[in-house]
């Protein structure tokens, strides 16, 4: 007899029963597993109650995984009516998205080391609301006596907000506009005991994130995610993390600039301007970007003064902060430590006129002189317009970083052609998305197939265009709520983006519970820092291999800015081809 309490807790639920094991009837069957020479059954979810066990025969050792990747290890249909299955985390399963005809019941990931890896388990309700529903995570042991650390794995409870069905003009052409529906995109961190709800007839995905640290062995670990309500086990979701031999290196090769509007978030948590609180919260949403591998425009937004010069050098050196905009103080700091190859400036945004390149031009210079460079500064002007003359021609020799729109990239064959032979000059290619461009282009619209952030880096790798940059991930200045309403770009003629301009949600102790302020992170920089990952992985393949080996696997999901594979079983068996292609790192 196993107590409900003891079985929830248990790290291992795997439990040795020897040879034969012999109870009274009536029999219940579950499946066992003959493992190490033992036999092992695995406890069942949805029973709160004794469970006996019968041994019918013995079998030959094999790996635990083998005998439940089956997923036959929970009893179905479950109680109260729900179903389950596991989905991707480059899916997004809106409210009423169906159950699969042949549903995965089991988590299967591979990761490298230093790597996040994600999967969603989705909870379906029937005709009744079901109420007090909580999920946990247990770990177990495995062939090499090792666990994986709980610690390292986060679940969220993936929320929605609403988007409608107005029409957005780019280019001159009216795109499709998005389905007037819940789309899921917030990821709220869910708390151990923490009981939800789920209405009748929909689907509650969570959000299964796991942390491999640079310091786990290789090999197979094992462990169940669990759901229970109101305290009775009622489903199990046994999961395999497969770690390979390999690491990622805590410097991301592809460079990214997001910028962090510091005044719309501190608006939306109810803090006054660069207060203490605020400089707090400003460091927690940097940090928060720099997990997912994404560098900011600013080391900090202390004020740079002779008091904080320490802490502006512990930014500055931090290996995971690839790019930064470098002021006057930033830059004779970066100078001082040897690390002026990670600033740039930004003096202009998109110039529109060609006066604009003429004042570019002059700022250039001045930036030259003030600094008695040798070499042009890196000045990055994201530019989506054709000027004449062209900003190629006027810049030449006054800067060494380009940066088109994706769109401006791929229409203007001259843009193109003028990226390649500056690049074969030494200088640094970028590109940037923003409000647009959309249609079949990869950005970051919350009505966009999730795969498309992670795809769009995929791109970077593909046309070697080593940087991003993205103007806001706080853009919550022209909605009020972003939880409920994620209108963050409108145009004057009423022209909607949704989720433009914004990858994060405002975490307040009265939205998230608890007492403290934190940043919310979305299905969209989760797919991005995949992505980021991925490039590793094709940048350590190109290494040992040679380019055109990452390249032949990724022409197996990638052929262009445009056409792509939005399939993620496509894209998880190419990336982990690559994986299983690498030599330890």
Known sequence: RISREELYSREEPWRDLGDEHSLSKPWKYHQGIIHNGKYRYCLPAGLGFDYRVRVVGKGKSSSPWSAVKSGRVTDYPLPHGLKLWVASGMEKIFLDTPVPENPRRTIDLYSARNEYEAAQVVIRTGMEDVANLTVRVTVQRNGNGQYFPLSNIELMKVHYVKLSTVKRLYYGVYQDPPKEKMYPDALPLLKVNNAFDVPADRNQPIYFRIRVGSNVAPGDYFGSLWVAKDGVLVARVPFRIEVGNFTLPVATSCRTLFGMR??????????????????????KYREELLRHRVSTYYVSQ????????????????????????????????????GLSDKCYFYPLDE????????????????IISKYGLTLPPKIITPFNKILSPSIFEKMKGLTRAWCPNTHTY??????????????????????????????????????????????????????????LLYYNVTGWGQTEDPWTNMATWISKAGDISY?????????????????????????????????????EYFTALARQQ?????????????????????NPGKIERVRREVGRQLKGE
Request: hydrophobic share 35%; with cysteine.
């Open 262 to 283: 510091q005044d719309q978030f501190e608006l939306k948590h109810g803090f006054s301007h660069e207060t203490p609180e605020a400089l707090v919260l400003y460091e």
């Open 302 to 337: 202390m004020p740079p003064t002779s008091q904080d010069s320490d802490g502006w050098k512990t930014r500055l050196q931090d290996e995971r902060v690839n790019s930064c905009v470098g002021g006057a103080f930033t830059y004779i700091e970066a100078a001082n430590l």
């Open 351 to 366: 110039p529109t006129e060609p006066y604009e390149l003429d004042r570019l031009a002059v700022r250039a210079k001045y």
């Open 410 to 467: 791929n229409f203007h064959l001259s843009v193109k052609t003028a990226m390649e032979d500056r690049q074969k000059e030494g200088d640094e290619l970028w590109w940037y998305v923003a409000c647009g461009p959309t249609g079949n282009y990869c950005n970051f619209q919350i009505n966009m197939e999730a795969v498309r952030p992670r795809l769009l880096i995929w791109q970077n790798f593909l046309y070697k265009i080593p940087g």
């Open 499 to 535: 989720g433009d301009g914004s990858l994060f949600y405002p975490g307040t102790p009265k939205r998230i519970g608890g007492t403290e302020h934190r940043p919310v992170t979305s299905l969209r920089l989760e797919n991005l820092r995949d992505g980021l990952e991925d490039y």
């Open 546 to 566: 040679g380019r055109e080996a990452a390249l032949a696997l990724i022409g197996e999901v990638v052929t262009s800015l445009t056409e792509y594979s939005k």
